[in-house]
């Protein structure tokens, strides 16, 4: 018996027809949860901050759910960068991506995408922590430097606008773009289908949410009470709702679509361990289990730490789960 | 109205004739400068013996544990003596319309303009797999001394550069592989493609491979 379930183990995660192994669902993981803390981070800046008089002194920097999406915006997206490199064949040729183009490529466009957000989000950034900033080139920074730094944070801060307009849309495209980069892919039918960036996008966001949700309260101590905090708590519902209605799509249309399509989402689905992991692991866990909690937790218990590192860690779980299931159970079924 | 029935019933025969006169070819190849390389494997003739196999792997100096061609054999139809097995090529089609190339970030996989014939360029590759996981026939690997997506590329960089057939061609004994010019309407391949009733693998998807088959006589049910 024990043989058996590390047989249907070892299977599950080495067949034939994989070609993208493990590290590319960690990679789709944390590009999604880096678009999403971008895209919170420039609304949460634009208009809910703003919109409650939250900002300390002018300065968007103060807030701790501010802080957590500058964290976790560049960190996840590096970390994905270096992830993805690995996982080449060849990763010392990497740069030949950014000198080489095909515009018929999703990856490729991707990659002008990924360069175009490092640069955007830096700038982006380098203005929200302009005081910090100003006091770290004060202090290390030589005087050549010294002199020439206002200048430059002068005349990016006249685009601050163009630039969190360009932030949004540029991680609302990403979020979607892990989707299309599996999508584009013929030989797979669960995967070759136009629901799958939509899936990718909102599941991204939500991880987003509870990623900076999680960050936020426990390591920058952003008040529960907060107008912006319960704007962020409202969010996760809706989005997750989101979440699910995609899922629901994406395996109703492999079913109407039948065929092939109908034997991926049923090996996908219908038995074995990636069933598992999509049952309890994606809709129970991190579906079903945030929304209970979120209709059925009395609300002075939703107003614990403690509630909130539940509730995110199981979103956040849930929506790393379902990177990897997309990714293996997309891969087991071939036209 | 200047529309009139008669009009409309002459220029509708206009339209049937003259598409009718435009000759479609059954097989539509995408006009490139000149040829347009294909291949036929004729599976009524084909013994299974895997000769082509062996001779692909000498030629493209392929390493074991990896195939740019196999033969793959059918479960047994009929009982023993009268047993027979179905043979099917399993190698690159060289797509007119070829996902892998679509794919690639950097344009290492391309199509040859002069030849139709799908290759790659180990210079811009970085070996993201893309490609690998793009091909619906599932016919790329990842070389583990190139560290690069490999497959067959008609032998363009061995045997068809010096002149010669493809290996696989060449040492098939029953003369089940036929390969040419799908361009030209002399060429064998064009003649058997025109005579023949052939098919190609996977036509839904829109790759219109470049590989055609004739199917053999054995029939379709399990024993």
């Known amino acids: 018996m024990s043989t058996g379930i590390f047989d249907s183990v070892q299977h599950a995660f080495h067949f034939d027809s994989l070609v993208w192994h493990g590290p590319i669902a960690l990679y789709l993981f944390l590009l999604g949860l880096s678009a999403g803390a971008a895209m919170l981070a420039v609304v949460l800046k634009r208009w809910i901050l703003p919109r409650n008089n939250e900002t300390l002194n002018n300065r968007a920097s103060e807030n701790g759910l501010i802080r957590a999406t500058a964290i976790i915006a560049p960190a996840s997206i590096l970390l994905s960068l270096v992830i993805l490199i690995q996982h080449l064949t060849m990763p010392l040729t990497f740069w030949r991506l950014i000198i080489y183009y095909n515009f018929t490529s999703v990856m490729s466009i991707g990659v002008m995408l990924l360069q175009l957000y490092s640069v955007v989000l830096a700038l982006w950034m380098a203005l929200l922590f302009r005081h910090e900033l100003d006091q770290l080139i004060d202090r290390w920074m030589p005087g050549r430097i010294k002199n020439i730094y206002p200048r430059v944070m002068q005349s990016v801060a006249k685009f601050e606008n163009t630039l969190e307009w360009l932030l949004l849309g540029i991680a609302i495209s990403l979020g979607a773009y892990t989707g299309f980069l599996l999508a584009e892919l013929k030989t797979y039918p669960l995967l070759n289908n136009p629901i799958l960036p939509l899936l990718f996008f909102f599941s991204g966001l939500s991880s987003g949410v509870a990623g900076v949700m999680l960050l936020g309260v426990t390591v920058f101590k952003a008040r529960l009470d907060a107008a912006s905090t319960h704007w962020l708590h409202k969010l996760e519902r809706p989005v997750i709702l989101c979440e699910a ?91 | 109205m200047s529309c009139s029935r008669r009009k409309f019933i002459a220029s509708g025969c206009a339209l049937v004739l003259g598409t009718g006169l435009a000759n479609i070819p059954l097989v539509q190849s995408m006009t490139i400068n000149g040829k347009r390389y294909a291949m036929l494997h004729d599976e009524s003739k084909c013994i299974g013996c895997t000769a082509c196999m062996d001779a692909c792997r000498e030629t493209n100096l392929v390493p074991e544990g990896v195939s740019r061609l196999e033969i793959i054999r059918s479960e047994p139809q009929g009982e023993y003596p009268d047993a027979n097995y179905s043979f099917f090529r399993k190698s690159c089609q060289h797509c007119d319309n070829p996902p892998c190339v679509e794919v690639c970030p950097s344009g290492a996989s391309f199509r040859d303009e002069e030849t ?59 003369q089940a592989l036929i390969f040419g010019d799908a361009n030209d309407p002399a060429s064998a391949i064009s003649q058997q493609i025109a005579t023949k009733p052939t098919y190609r693998n996977k036509v839904p998807l829109g790759t219109d491979p470049q590989l055609f088959r004739i199917a053999d006589r054995n029939g379709d049910l399990p024993s």
């Open chain 2, 116 to 174: 139709g014939i799908v290759d790659v360029n180990p210079d811009k590759c970085v070996g993201c797999q893309y490609c690998v996981a793009a091909c619906p026939y599932q016919v790329r690997f990842i070389h583990p001394e190139k560290n690069t997506p490999d497959k067959c590329n008609f032998c363009r960089d061995t045997n068809l550069a010096q002149g010669k057939l493809p290996a696989c061609v060449s040492a098939c004994p029953t």
């Open chain 1, 245 to 335: 209605l995609a899922l629901a799509a994406l395996f109703s249309l492999l079913f109407y679509i039948g065929g092939r399509s109908e034997v991926a989402a049923l090996a996908a689905i219908g038995g074995g361990f990636w069933s598992g992991v999509f049952w309890l692991g994606i809709v129970g866990l991190g579906l079903l289990t945030p929304l209970m909690l979120q209709t059925f937790t009395p609300a002075e218990a939703r107003q614990r730490v403690s509630f909130v590192v539940l509730l995110t860690s199981c979103s956040l779980s849930g929506v790393l789960m379902l990177r990897y299931f997309i990714l293996y159970a997309g891969q087991m079924t071939v036209y």
